[in-house]
């Protein structure tokens, strides 16, 4: 029988109430007393050098508070980026600064030249545009490859090259790798392309800045995943604010998918000129400002190959990428093609030698940086794509293929340094295999070609490492920040609990979700807990919410100080129930003596923490509230089996999803419903890639697709109903409560099986010499495969 509450209820989102009656609370409903308007004049030409910049005339329009350009900048720290990598020659990255306001060089469509801060947004855009600005254009670096070519414009003067790193790993394994695709019996190539995508979460970016002179206070409302992140960037290395002094509150933040993971010059530019003005300063990126200021994802050119002997088993791989880091180094920008990327190319396989090499390029374009999956969605398309290349070089069976080389004994050291501790990925394709119906499949393909259409089957597997850690080992790795997370939980007098926590939702349904963790534990109804997130000042230094690490690291961070309450609680009731602490236990709300009818209830417990009547105050200290960090020992690896099954007309190169099924294993699972949901949207944002969306810069450095009117988004028609289960669940051995994290699997997992699954149905017409087609897979290119 399904529960009705705590770990493994599907209680509905509580949170849900507020957003489906218009009552939620967003960084742009904030609006304070005496508040401006910022607009900022962002640059029309991806290269140049700025000559002169004249805001005379518009300074003295109607309305104008401010304008402020990078002059006013000088002296001021850039945007900090979070991560350090070192090349494979033990040299570390280049590291361009970033300003503020651009500074002496405009570098891509975008970037912000000048702000100009007035009484209303439009007076605001009226003074702008009588900025006279003198650019002398300059050429446009855009292609990964050119832009290493020995004459090549560079982006940033002051470095060598464009060439942020050449990164390797293992590096140890280079020769052995090259010895065993040398001598294997069959070797499978794949040149590929992971396209640029733009996030396009529902709320844009918002920022708020505030400045209480009284107190010398600043406070920054922001759409934000990691509020204490941002406060610590922003303040020491950019503005120089102490912390004590900067309060950073993201609010009901409406998506984010990684976007919002990072530091933005917006935030720094509207708390800046908020203390210089003495007025609040207010922005909202209109969607136009979002294609081209919020980082965008992906954008690898990747060659990969597989090596397999004479029965068909793998025996080495190596890959060459060519990574984006668009034209300045985004917060997190350098780890994600390598750490969050390298380090997975082992996936479900006992591949025993892997060799990664990425070369981070930059170019006159948007800065590139984690989109949902970061890193790990890139890995799993090479692979996944490869291997089925492999099956139909080899005639075998795609399945067959990839059962013969899965990891079966676990823990499982990869060569490229991860231990994964647990995972059956047998149990995950027996279930696909039955939920996605295979068996009838060649059924309903006949039942297409008697349509005058093709179908195609495609299969894929994955695996992604979760919740980063740790942070001893990251910061070897360059992470600048550690990676654990923390909670509060405060006990009230009446028993009501108040949880504050370092992760932040944003659509993750944290608000019903935590409570169960903590309600399941207490044996006390979810109602009388809630969740507070995303203030500075009101919760505990905490690292946000961004690689399904919330439930696995901040929920152990919760588990470990309600254990704490636990503990102490038991201690009260002892002494209320004359009784050994030993011999205390809790259920259902009460606290009895173990072999008696004596108890007390929760709340009579709390109520004494506050009213000490019954214990003396040597021996236990009033109230009821603990603290407690979680940092993780390793990252926890969720990981399944998808299958597409795709419709396609062969006069039009029109793609259908006709059917879709996930079998995944995210361990133990506290409320099914919302790993649901978030397995639906990532397979939906996986689908979109594969087939749909795709940023694009012409030659010049412009962005072509710069709105929704060029850029498309996956709509309710491009996506099937789909198949979902998580049954196959070995819990994650190193986290309290056994869970591995659900957030990003449907994106990772679903682009390669949408592939697989075209190229099938090409190939079904006897056109086997597709054996690739870049994505997305529009209907065009579809087309042009099928005719040459």
Known sequence: MPKDSGIGAASKRREDVRFLTGTGNYTDDINVYGQTYVYFLRSDVAHGRINNIDTSAAAAMEGVVGIFTGADFEGIGGLPCGWQVTDRFGEAMQEPAHPVLAQGKVRHVGDPIAAVVAESLQQARDAAEAIELDIEELPAVVDMKAALEEGSAKVHDDLTSNLCYDWGFVEDNKAAVDEAIKNAAHVTTLELVNNRLVANPMEPRVAVGEYNRSNDESTLYTTSQNPHVIRLLMGAFVLGIPEHKLRVVA???????????????????????????????????????????????????????????????????????????????????????TWLHGTLMAGNYKTPLIYVNVKAVFTNTVPVDAYRGAGRPEATYQLERVVDKAARELGVD?????????????????????????????????????????????ARRKESEAKGMLRGLGVNCYIEACGIAPSNLVGQLGARAGLYDAATVRVNATG???????????????????PQVVADMLGIDESMIEIVHGDSSKIPFGMGTYGSRSLAVCGSAMVKATEKIIKKAKKIASHLLEASEGDIELKDGQFTVAGTDKSVAWGDVTLAAYVPHNYPLEDIEPGLEETAFYDPSNFTYPSGAYCCEVELDPETGRVTIERFAAADDFGNVVNPMIVEGQVHGGIGQGIGQALLENCVYDSEGQLLSASYMDYAM???????????????????????????????????????????????????????????????????????AMKG
């Open 714 to 784: 996956p709509r309710a028609e491009d996506v099937p109903f789909y198949v979902v289960d998580h049954s196959c669940a070995t819990p994650c051995t190193h986290n309290p409560l056994g869970v591995k994290g659900c957030g990003e699997a449907g994106a990772i997992g679903s682009p390669p099986s949408v592939v697989n699954a075209v190229i099938d149905a090409i190939q079904s017409s006897g056109k086997k010499d597709v054996t690739h087609i870049d994505m997305p897979l529009s209907p065009q290119r579809v087309w042009a």
């Open 251 to 337: 609010p009901d933040v409406g998506g984010g998918f990684g976007t919002k993971i990072f530091h933005y010059a917006e935030e720094a530019f509207v708390t800046f000129a908020a203390r210089k003005l003495n007025r609040p300063v207010k922005w909202t990126a209109s969607r136009s400002e979002a294609f081209m200021s919020d980082a965008h994802g992906r954008d690898h050119v990747t060659k990969i190959e597989l090596a397999l002997d004479a029965d068909n088993n793998f025996t080495a791989l190596r890959t060459e990428t060519y990574a984006n880091m668009g034209a300045y180094l985004s917060t997190f920008a350098p780890s994600v093609p």
């Open 398 to 442: 795609p399945i067959a293929l990839r059962r013969q080389n899965f990891i079966s004994e676990f823990p499982y050291a990869t060569p490229v340094a991860v231990e994964y501790d647990t995972g059956d990925y047998f149990a995950t394709m027996d279930k696909l295999e039955e939920i996605a119906d295979l068996a009838g499949f060649e």
């Open 496 to 514: 009501s609990i108040s949880v504050m926590v370092g992760a932040h939702s944003h659509g993750q349904g944290h608000e019903t979700a935590f």
